[in-house]
């Protein structure tokens, strides 16, 4: 019964962001496995933030009814808007023809070690327990939230005792944990591990989604796949796949976002724009992080809308990309300004006055970047394959002055640079502690988007990549 419960839990999930995948992109745009990933993304994002926000107003079976409501609704406004919901039989049939079976042998082989993947990710989810913030920060949360109908106690935001779970950290995962509990009738933090599994599949098709956008084929599509699963903190360890923590969910975020982004940057496509700026402004809703990421992406929207100058008389359509992550942003930072969290700052207040005094820690700063970067037990290879062909795509950029392939980098670089920086304003006196604590997560954030370079640069070398023909 318990995984029948939690098997409606998840429909209803998925159904919310399919329906707002389809109205915010025509379904012609999308693939199955594209469909799939951004179903779980915004349905964990419609969920999670219906739960918060009908919360102020009803808890219990009513807040968990009206949120079914929502997503059964946005699941058939999404329907109707691809025009099949007059044609129930032709729209299954449709759907059976886009399911994006394999048409090749090497399309099997992908297929065969994503499948792998996915098994051993979830075998590890089940195997481990959940990691630190995983465990006190997120499902702690998720357990009150559980014990009170739905709902957060506003108590708990300025509770003394209650620091240790971070409570100015956005809500996206622990109440979209607290709508599984609401279904199976109860905390279980096995079963909320399934979660986990499904954010890795959905990074695997995305990077499958971003390899088709990007132009690559071929023995090309299996580099992505295999760096990652060669990297061993993006299996297992804090902020991994498998820890609980929100560091990898962010990172399929951004991969997403990215994947768009790029799409406008090619096509000058303002439905996948728009796609990008709802997709970031869930990443604000996951993590404080995703305030930097959406940073770094509306600088790079910036740059690509002064790039083409016909772009000028659409700034209304930059501004409508930015909207959903300022809403996010301008309401989660108000309502913790209000509720006042008692926890210390990590960092000093952001100004040039700091920045002047503390700039001679860059040097440790650096080195000690430079050394996670080639950290073998955290990275293996990765780092390192990523490193050349950053550098052969800025080269082959500045050689044919195609902005894309300098774009795609950019989005790596530019948070990179930012998530460094940020320690010249650390708050403890040993700052290389700080940054040796937390910046190997920090890295999770851009590596799925870091692990479609060297397919590109490849594709750039065989003329059949990012660039085009």
Same mark, same amino acid.
């Given at each position: 019964m318990?995984?029948l419960l939690?098997?409606?839990?998840?429909?209803?999930?998925?159904?919310a962001?399919?329906?707002?995948?389809l109205?915010?992109?025509?379904?012609q745009?999308?693939?199955?496995?594209?469909?799939?990933a951004?179903?779980?993304?915004?349905?964990?994002?419609?969920?999670?933030?219906?739960?918060?926000?009908?919360?102020?107003?009803?808890?219990?079976?009513n807040?968990r009814?009206?949120?079914?409501?929502?997503?059964?609704?946005? /699941?058939?406004?999404?329907w109707r808007?691809?025009?099949?919901?007059a044609d129930?039989?032709?729209?299954? #049939?449709g759907?059976?023809?886009?399911?994006?079976?394999?048409?090749s042998?090497?399309?099997?082989?992908?297929?065969?070690?994503n499948?792998?993947?996915?098994?051993?990710? =979830? +075998?590890?989810?089940?195997?481990?327990?959940?990691?630190?913030?995983?465990?006190?920060n997120?499902?702690?949360?998720?357990?009150v939230?559980?014990?009170?109908g739905?709902?957060?106690?506003?108590?708990l935001?300025s509770?003394?005792?209650?620091?240790w779970?971070?409570?100015?950290?956005?809500?996206?995962?622990?109440?979209?944990?607290?709508?599984?509990?609401? +279904?199976?009738?109860?905390?279980?933090?096995?079963?909320?591990?399934?979660?986990?599994?499904?954010f890795?599949?959905?990074?695997?098709?995305?990077?499958? @989604?971003?390899?088709?956008?990007?132009?690559?084929? #071929?023995?090309?599509?299996?580099?992505?796949?295999?760096?990652?699963?060669?990297?061993?903190l993006?299996?297992?360890?804090?902020?991994?796949?498998?820890?609980g923590?929100?560091?990898?969910?962010?990172?399929v975020?951004?991969l997403?976002?990215?994947?768009?982004?790029?799409?406008?940057?090619?096509?000058?496509?303002?439905? @996948?724009?728009?796609?990008?700026g709802?997709?970031l @402004?869930?990443?604000?809703?996951?993590?404080?992080?995703?305030l930097?990421?959406?940073?770094?992406?509306?600088?790079l929207?910036?740059?690509?809308?002064?790039?083409?100058?016909?772009?000028?008389?659409?700034w209304?359509?930059?501004?409508?990309?930015a909207?959903?992550g300022?809403?996010?942003?301008? =309401?989660?930072? /108000?309502?913790?300004?209000?509720?006042?969290?008692?926890? /210390?700052?990590?960092?000093?207040?952001?100004?040039?006055?700091?920045?002047?005094?503390?700039? +001679?820690?860059?040097?440790?700063?650096?080195?000690?970047?430079l050394?996670?970067?080639?950290? +073998?037990?955290?990275?293996?290879?990765?780092w390192?394959?990523?490193?050349?062909?950053?550098?052969?795509?800025?080269?082959?950029?500045?050689?044919?002055?195609r902005?894309?392939?300098?774009?795609?980098?950019?989005?790596?670089?530019?948070?990179i640079?930012?998530?460094?920086g940020?320690?010249?304003?650390?708050?403890?006196?040993?700052?290389?502690g700080?940054?040796?604590?937390?910046?190997?997560?920090?890295?999770?954030?851009?590596?799925?988007?870091?692990?479609?370079l060297?397919?590109?640069?490849?594709?750039?070398?065989?003329?059949?990549?990012?660039?085009?023909?």
């Amino acid at each position: 019964m318990d995984f029948l419960l939690l098997a409606v839990a998840l429909c209803l999930l998925m159904l919310a962001g399919f329906g707002l995948s389809l109205l915010l992109l025509p379904k012609q745009s999308l693939g199955a496995t594209e469909l799939f990933a951004l179903s779980l993304l915004f349905g964990s994002a419609v969920v999670s933030s219906a739960l918060f926000v009908s919360g102020f107003l009803i808890s219990g079976a009513n807040l968990r009814w009206a949120v079914a409501a929502l997503c059964v609704s946005l /699941g058939v406004a999404g329907w109707r808007r691809a025009g099949r919901i007059a044609d129930v039989p032709s729209a299954i #049939g449709g759907w059976m023809a886009r399911t994006e079976r394999p048409r090749s042998k090497s399309g099997w082989w992908l297929l065969a070690l994503n499948t792998a993947q996915v098994a051993v990710i =979830t +075998w590890l989810s089940f195997v481990r327990v959940l990691g630190w913030d995983g465990l006190l920060n997120f499902e702690s949360k998720a357990r009150v939230a559980f014990l009170n109908g739905g709902v957060i106690p506003l108590e708990l935001f300025s509770d003394p005792s209650r620091t240790w779970t971070h409570q100015s950290y956005p809500l996206l995962l622990p109440l979209t944990e607290t709508w599984l509990y609401l +279904w199976i009738g109860r905390p279980d933090q096995e079963l909320v591990k399934i979660l986990f599994p499904l954010f890795f599949a959905a990074a695997l098709c995305l990077v499958l @989604a971003g390899n088709r956008r990007l132009g690559l084929s #071929g023995w090309r599509v299996f580099i992505a796949p295999v760096l990652i699963f060669a990297a061993p903190l993006l299996l297992v360890g804090d902020g991994s796949a498998s820890s609980g923590y929100a560091d990898f969910p962010l990172a399929v975020f951004y991969l997403a976002a990215v994947i768009w982004l790029m799409e406008f940057w090619r096509r000058g496509d303002f439905a @996948a724009l728009r796609l990008a700026g709802a997709l970031l @402004a869930g990443a604000c809703w996951l993590k404080q992080e995703g305030l930097i990421l959406w940073l770094c992406l509306m600088a790079l929207m910036a740059i690509r809308w002064m790039i083409d100058r016909s772009a000028w008389r659409n700034w209304r359509q930059l501004l409508i990309a930015a909207l959903p992550g300022l809403v996010v942003i301008a =309401t989660w930072r /108000g309502f913790v300004r209000l509720m006042n969290p008692p926890g /210390g700052d990590e960092f000093l207040p952001i100004s040039l006055n700091t920045l002047q005094a503390n700039l +001679w820690r860059l040097p440790g700063i650096i080195r000690a970047v430079l050394n996670e970067l080639a950290n +073998w037990r955290h990275w293996g290879m990765f780092w390192i394959a990523i490193s050349l062909a950053t550098a052969w795509l800025i080269l082959s950029a500045l050689r044919q002055k195609r902005s894309e392939p300098a774009g795609l980098v950019l989005a790596v670089l530019m948070p990179i640079a930012l998530y460094s920086g940020v320690y010249v304003f650390s708050i403890w006196p040993d700052f290389i502690g700080h940054l040796e604590s937390s910046f190997p997560r920090l890295l999770i954030h851009v590596a799925l988007v870091a692990s479609l370079l060297p397919g590109v640069a490849l594709g750039q070398e065989s003329s059949t990549g990012v660039t085009g023909k």
